[in-house]
């Protein structure tokens, strides 16, 4: 049997920095994905004033959940799409002025439907070129919360941004969404939010549109280990299954995982592979036989 330790997931380590930031004390994130875009995450977070302290494997974030320390800053996202909507969003909730830019690539990908939002909430949010991209300006004081409604076809981040603002706001937040995309993305978030501490609740409606209700609970530090990135570990599964006799186990991704990805052993499985999850990893082993499906 081979083990194979894979790097953390992109999206729940990027989740993981926003709510350590966010949280009352200091947040231990065990096993951080290190890459370009969650770097540039945390230089963001450093240059708003927030004290985050790296290690080979573990961050260590001091929380603010009154907002970031410093009264003005200039943070470059780089290509980083949940870098370049998250930031913006967590500066919304402090007090200062604070100015978002990214690289020629990510200038070009939209921001609109999430900038409007958090206007209809109050914030002042102004784009410095083209209106919905950035750069853009926040002069920040405080969300207030309330109700609001959002298109979130285009992109699931703008929902999760809003949502990971819920708690931070004084009167918290009703969220109706009239379409999505990526929700498991969105599923990702929401239980996040509750292992720090948040208090979300969700309706649907008989046309479709759901409402979440975020309470302003505020977030709690904790020490938080981010699993490893399913997408990544799929690889290693599909070689499992192609070669007889081979067996791959990736531990960190087990039966209480994030991450809608690893459904791809599900289908190595219905393919012939023989499959394990268990509640510290899932293990592939070839039987040497694979059909084809729909």
Not at 89 to 114: E, I, K, N, V, W
Not at 150 to 155: N, P
Not at 243 to 251: F, I, L, Q, Y
């Amino acid at each position: 049997m081979t083990v194979i330790h894979i790097p953390g997931s992109k999206s729940v380590t990027a989740r993981a920095l926003f709510l350590a930031a966010a949280a009352e004390g200091t947040t231990t994130l065990l096993r951080p994905l290190v890459s370009d875009d969650t770097e540039g995450f945390a230089e963001g977070l450093a240059a708003l004033g927030y004290a985050v302290r790296r290690e080979d494997d573990a961050w260590h974030i001091e929380g603010r959940p009154a907002g970031p320390g410093a009264d003005s800053a200039d943070v470059y996202c780089r290509d980083g799409a949940t870098t370049a909507r998250f930031l913006p969003t967590l500066a919304a909730a402090g007090h200062g002025t604070y100015r978002f830019d990214a690289s020629a690539q990510m200038r070009r990908r939209p921001l609109g439907p999430l900038s409007s939002a958090l206007r209809e909430l109050g914030v002042d949010l102004r784009h410095g070129g083209q209106e919905g991209h950035h750069p853009l300006d926040v002069h920040a004081r405080g969300v207030k919360g309330g109700a609001l409604t959002l298109d979130a076809g285009q992109s699931s981040q703008y929902l999760t941004a809003l949502l990971m603002l819920g708690p931070l706001t004084a009167e918290g937040l009703d969220i109706t969404v009239t379409d999505l995309v990526s929700e498991p993305y969105v599923e990702i978030t929401l239980a996040m939010m509750r292992d720090f501490g948040a208090e979300i609740g969700e309706e649907r409606g008989l046309d479709g549109a759901r409402t979440y209700r975020v309470a302003p609970t505020g977030y709690r530090a904790r020490t938080y280990g981010i699993e490893p990135d399913a997408s990544t570990a799929s690889y290693f599964f599909a070689a499992a299954a192609l070669e007889p006799g081979r067996s791959v186990t990736v531990p960190g991704l087990g039966t209480g995982a994030l991450q809608g990805d690893l459904g791809f052993v599900e289908v190595l499985g219905r393919m012939g592979a023989d499959v394990e999850i268990t509640a510290t990893g899932t293990t592939v082993r070839s039987t040497g036989v694979l059909r084809g499906l729909t």
